[in-house]
């Protein structure tokens, strides 16, 4: 801070209607911008019931897994359901703070119509990546395990993941060029691919073995620049299909709940604790996500309240980057 | 985004301009933000020669230190170095950014001055961050050891420090309210507690041992409480200090110049192998944080042609708790 009066956010925030309305007043701007519509809890309400009752039907009574694996994913489902109310109550106190930031947008496919014209406050991903943050923070304490290579994973995960919310809430901010957006989430990638203990090698397709002549390949650091470009691609992949209301939620929602039920079948069809124990792992990960996308797709779905910025997309992309590669979801080929 | 048209931040920065002097147009505006002073390099270089010329003769001179944990230590100090000149080749750039964002305070202990009425970029803090955790994720492959018990430790210290330079910046961006700034922190400072695997007793110091009855004490969680206070308590004491130019920086090179010199003296004072290594963990880390404040710290000096923001004073905060903390440094009472 040093010695210095902040440029007040609300000051300035007057300062720019002013010049398009002269006649209001501070006071009466604060009350001017309007309140964000409420969510949609109808919607979503269906969705959760649509996943949830084949999900914890696999995770119950399907498959037999170790009471002590499903109390673990269970906790963890309860924490992600507070984080669903605690997202969903925050997104409008939120939305009030980033809206005097200016930090807000218009919704160009609505251009023309009254709707086209209203503020939609901008970076809410912001709101959902902290939520998560504490989530998998707090879970810690339920699964801690004398594993140590567990926590160093988890760990990294947590390193990555949170440096990705950060570079996205500064792009959203300060509007980074893209030679330096394309750089930096290398670096918020490094950290998981120091903590990947697992095999670099892949399993041949039956139809090339005879060609290749081998059932398993060891790729090597061939391999970890695959998962380094895969954190990369995934990161992008969900900012690029940014476009309609909700499109970036929606396709984070839809691919989190296909994640989870390949879960718990991977788990249920398995014998090997380590293979179970690397599922569970992005289960932790990927419950939380879904709970806090979730609260945000019922402001973000059509007609949207507020816009998720890149702050989300880089932030889920991540996310399901680090929980595709200490998943060791390669085993799955 | 969604599909949005992002309030340009150039277009509100000159909306609020044209405020208080309507002749300008956008491009003249755009001019007429002046660059910032250049660094006090010299004043710098004073300071490094200051500190080094003792350091490197404890590290390699007098001290009996293995070639290996000399060589580790020398390799973070090269990055530390290209850490430095990077961060003084980003600031400049940073602050026309966060300028176009209107984050900017003006220095109000120079009202009444010319200088009083200049717009201080603010929050350059960020750039300080970025580099240190770029630094210090790239420093793992230089330590990879088997030791799988430091990984975590340092992801978790990567993943708290990461996640305070989010909240300071958050913080800066969204002007917090007070009582949400108290909470966050507590949450950051979890991973470290998680991670921490050492002892969680003291010693009890020699005048009081026939009061108590014992000469080392077990805490139990009473220590682990003692050291999220802490963490908490170090985030927030660089921050309440602020109010001159380079205070706050300038603080925090002087408590690190002293961490490294203590860490030196008890690297070489040492047989256990175990103790040399978290005092190695400390030096990994704060050389960079050194070397990046030093950078920051020759804008900021007085004049300050930059201010810091909560995000530097948390994240150097918080570093410092993890510093202490993971490098055990409570064999020293």
Redesign the interface.
């Known amino acids: ?7 007040s ?1 609300r000051a ?1 925030a007057t ?2 209607d ?2 398009t309305s002269k006649s209001e007043t501070p006071t009466s701007q604060e009350h001017a911008d309007p309140p964000i519509a409420p969510p949609k809890s109808g919607l979503i309400f269906k969705l959760c019931l649509f996943f949830a009752i084949p999900y914890f039907y696999l995770l119950f009574y399907h498959y037999k897994i170790e009471s002590e694996l499903q109390r673990s994913i269970l906790i963890n489902a309860g924490l992600s359901l507070a984080g669903f109310f605690i997202t969903q109550k925050m997104i409008p106190v ?1 939305s009030r ?2 809206l ?10 609505k251009k023309g119509t009254p709707q086209g014209t209203i ?2 406050p ?1 970076s809410l991903g ?1 709101v959902v990546g ?1 939520v998560f ?2 989530l998998a ?2 879970f ?2 339920f699964n ?1 395990t004398a594993d ?2 567990w ?2 994973e988890y ?2 995960a ?2 990555s993941i ?2 990705m ?3 996205g ?2 792009d959203d ?4 060029p893209w030679r330096v957006k394309l750089i ?1 989430p290398s ?1 918020a990638a ?2 998981l691919l ?2 990947y203990a697992g095999h670099t090698s892949i399993i041949i397709p039956k139809p090339l073995v005879p060609y290749v002549g081998l059932e398993i390949l060891d790729l090597g650091w061939i391999y970890k620049l695959y998962m380094f470009l895969l954190a990369v691609f995934c990161t992008n992949s969900i ?1 690029i299909h ?7 939620v929606g396709q984070t929602v839809v691919i989190a709940s296909a994640i989870l039920l390949h879960n718990i079948m991977q788990i249920g069809a398995s014998l090997d604790p380590e293979y179970k124990q690397a599922h569970a792992f992005s289960i932790y990960l990927v419950q939380p996500l879904l709970a806090t996308s979730l609260a945000l797709f019922s402001y ?1 779905w059509y007609p ?1 309240s507020v ?4 702050t989300y ?1 880089y932030f889920a992309g991540m996310t399901m980057a680090v929980v595709g590669i200490l998943g060791h979801f390669r085993y799955v080929c």
Request: glycine share 6%; with cysteine.
């Open positions: 801070m040093a010695a210095r009066k902040r440029a956010s300035i300062a720019t002013t010049d939120a703070y980033v005097r930031r200016n930090l807000f947008g218009y919704d160009i496919n503020k939609v901008e912001i902290a943050l504490v923070i707090l810690q304490y801690f140590s290579n926590l160093v760990n990294a947590l390193a949170c440096f919310l950060l570079l809430f500064v901010v300060l509007d980074v930096l670096f490094l950290p120091m903590a900012n940014a476009g309609l209301n909700g499109l970036e973000n949207s816009f998720v910025g890149d997309t």
